[in-house]
């Protein structure tokens, strides 16, 4: 099995980066599908982005082109780089992993996740 520990989370303002880490136990990790979800106030779960084992990305139209999401398998760790951050980025993020995702569908979808962090709190004001 995997645990996962996010961190990196944080109080900034608007225009500022933050970079998220997932660190996972598993001696797997390697082999498994991961992604990030995000939850603001008041909202469901959402898809943020998702990278498979072989390093193919996949991104929410609302963070592309400002979020990058990476993976250090040697270092069993899982990557959020968010740029130009906005107060609609505001929420609880979340590292997610699953042993086998195979349509855009069940890669978009929380409850589809096997293992799941603790989150981690980013605050962005204007």
């Known amino acids: 099995q995997v645990q996962l520990v996010e961190s990196g989370g944080g109080l900034v303002q608007a225009g500022v980066s933050l970079r998220l880490s997932c660190a996972a136990s598993?001696?797997?990790?390697?082999?498994?599908?991961m992604g990030w979800f995000r939850q603001a106030p008041g909202k469901d779960r959402e898809f943020v982005a998702a990278?498979?084992?072989?390093?193919?990305?996949y991104y929410a139209e609302s963070v592309k082109g400002r979020f990058t999401i990476s993976r250090d398998n040697a270092k069993n760790t899982l990557y959020l780089q968010m740029n130009s951050l906005k107060p609609e980025d505001t929420a609880v993020y979340y590292c997610?992993?699953?042993?086998?995702?195979?349509?855009?569908?069940?890669?978009?979808?929380?409850?589809?996740?096997?293992?799941w962090g603790q989150g981690t709190q980013v605050t962005v004001s204007s």
């Open positions: 598993g001696r797997t990790f390697s082999n498994y599908f």
């Open positions: 997610a992993g699953r042993r086998m995702i195979t349509t855009e569908t069940m890669m978009r979808t929380s409850a589809l996740y096997e293992y």
């Open positions: 990278i498979r084992s072989s390093g193919s990305t």
